[in-house]
């Protein structure tokens, strides 16, 4: 699979979670996630073009094309069993427009949905990225964000790689256009960093009209900032464990 990497201990999983990473960021983020996650667990990580393995590849600036083409296709061969997402940042907002495009091709819904550092998709909208786009805006955006070592942010050859990536991923959200469609009617949980200051909290908790009817919303603060889900990584997997053990059926066992 060309966009997918499939890093499952176990060769049939009772549950997959698909992770997708925030802007800038590769399938490589959660390469060690499933040593810490119980083995009944299948991780799947999305890597986009223009990202970690494939950074040679033109990245996508058309999130409804990205959503609908040929990473819709390979997430629909994993629907045999119970599916979770999880997405950081701009992660969470490609996962979602990824459910609404799967869910316009067959009647489905994920097991559940796992935003982290992001606001609900139908605020996202207002936001202007403008002033991110130029290379200024782009050092200032990885600043603000947090995620970026200090030695990155000082090599000027490594940022020259690394600004038509996160350029073409703000460009994406700046392009993006909320069309409103029923909820995802799934289990919805927001993760957010306690010092993130690029997240409204009270705009996070917009998602909780993604869980539908049955209103099965949670929000959980994590100590640290915009990339909580590296600083506080042990405490992130302890919740996202018993989440996931949470959603699923009664009668699917998760080994420790």
């Known amino acids: 699979m060309a966009w997918l990497r499939n890093w499952s201990r176990d060769d049939d999983p009772a ?12 399938a490589h983020l959660y390469r060690h996630w499933p040593r810490l996650l119980p083995a009944g667990v299948g991780l ?23 959503a609908e083409g040929p990473l819709c296709e390979e997430i629909e061969e994993l629907l045999d069993r119970p599916l979770i997402i ?21 009647p489905w819904r994920p097991t559940g949905f796992v935003a982290a550092a992001c606001e ?14 130029t ?3 782009i050092t200032r ?3 603000d964000t947090g995620g970026t070592p200090a030695a990155i942010l000082e090599n000027e050859e ?28 799934c289990p919805v949980r927001v993760y957010l960093g306690a010092t993130d200051t690029t997240i409204d909290p009270a705009k996070a908790a917009g998602w909780a009209v993604e869980s539908g009817a049955d209103g099965d919303y949670r929000l959980q603060v994590f100590p640290g900032g915009h990339f909580f889900t590296r600083e506080a990584e042990p405490i992130l997997l302890s919740r996202l464990k018993h989440d996931i053990r949470q959603l699923l059926s009664p009668t699917v066992h998760l080994e420790v």
């Open 15 to 26: 549950v997959r979670l698909v992770c997708l990473p925030p802007a800038g960021g590769g």
């Open 158 to 185: 490594f940022l020259d790689m690394l600004r038509p990536v996160i350029r073409a991923d703000l460009g994406m959200l700046r392009a993006r256009r909320h069309l409103p469609e029923e909820p995802l009617g």
């Open 86 to 106: 999880f997405g950081h940042s701009m992660g969470a907002v490609v996962g979602y427009e990824l459910c609404r495009a799967i869910r316009r091709r067959r």
């Open 120 to 133: 609900a998709p139908a605020v996202l909208h207002t936001r202007d990225y403008a002033g991110r786009m």
């Open 141 to 143: 955006f990885l600043v």
């Open 44 to 66: 799947v990580a999305v890597e986009l073009p223009g990202h970690g393995s494939r950074l040679g590849e033109a990245p996508f600036t058309d999130l409804t094309r990205l």
């Open 135 to 137: 290379d200024d805006g």
